[in-house]
């Protein structure tokens, strides 16, 4: 089975510009998570959905960030207008009510912001 | 205070060496607990998970501590594979659905 599909894999971007991150979770998992890692703050949650619907949005830093699920297979995670301390490895991750402990994590997008 | 503290290392270790980890958390209320590894530039992957009564696999033992908020890891005849990130994870401070706070991770380098 495909595990957590993440792309771009790497985004190099100026500031000021829209940063579009997309994730496809595993087939048949209802929960997806956004997370960002940093050196400075390590691997912080930013938002998580529950069949598509957003739960906690709670750690999004601002509002020039906003996430997506418009359907179980796909999310996406904006960032408009990008600066460069957003600069940072955002991975999505993904599992299901009936494996509650394991979260899959995909490959990460490295975004780096100029 | 975090919610979840790991001390960053690294922890330099020769092969062969036991090795242990701890992580303190400050939800009392927390009912899952994990212990997940990352390699170099990769995503991290679960390692195990942390049962009330401890659990092992392979080389492997994790335990959990309720009384004093702690889990742990203990890496027994280490490999250099064993060189990564460990990240304990525990479930969120809402602790609703699978949220999980992670730690800060600990590197290990073991050392031929």
């Known amino acids: 089975d495909a595990g957590v599909i993440q792309s771009p894999r790497h985004e190099v971007t100026e500031m000021g510009q829209e940063v579009t991150l997309r994730c496809k979770p595993i087939?048949?998992?209802?929960?997806l998570f956004w997370y960002r890692q940093t050196m400075m703050r390590g691997l912080e949650l930013l938002i998580y959905?529950?069949?598509?619907?957003?739960?906690?949005d709670s750690g999004m830093p601002e509002d020039r960030f906003s996430a997506k699920m418009p359907n179980a297979s796909f999310s996406t995670l904006k960032i408009q207008p990008s600066e460069p301390r957003d600069s940072a490895v955002y991975f999505c991750?993904?599992?299901?009510?009936?494996?509650?402990?394991?979260?899959?994590f995909g490959p990460g997008t490295r975004l780096t912001v100029l | 205070r975090k919610e979840v503290e790991q001390d960053p290392g690294p922890f330099n270790v020769p092969e062969g060496a036991t090795v242990a980890f701890n992580c303190t958390y400050s939800?009392?209320?927390?009912?899952?607990f994990f212990w997940y590894r990352q390699d170099c530039r990769k995503e991290p992957k679960l390692l195990m998970s942390?049962?009330?009564s401890g659990n092992e696999d392979g080389r492997f033992t994790a335990q959990l501590n309720r009384a004093s908020q702690y889990i742990s890891l203990l890496i027994r005849d280490s490999k250099l594979s064993d060189s990564a990130t460990y990240l304990c994870?525990?479930?969120?401070?809402?602790?609703?659905?699978?949220?999980?706070?992670f730690g800060g991770g600990t590197r290990l380098m073991v050392k031929p």
């Open positions: 991750a993904s599992s299901f009510v009936g494996e509650v402990d394991t979260q899959y």
């Open positions: 087939s048949g998992h209802d929960y």
């Open positions: 959905f529950n069949n598509n619907v957003p739960i906690d």
């Open positions: 939800n009392s209320a927390s009912q899952s």
């Open positions: 942390v049962y009330s």
């Open positions: 994870a525990v479930n969120g401070k809402h602790n609703a659905g699978n949220m999980l706070t």
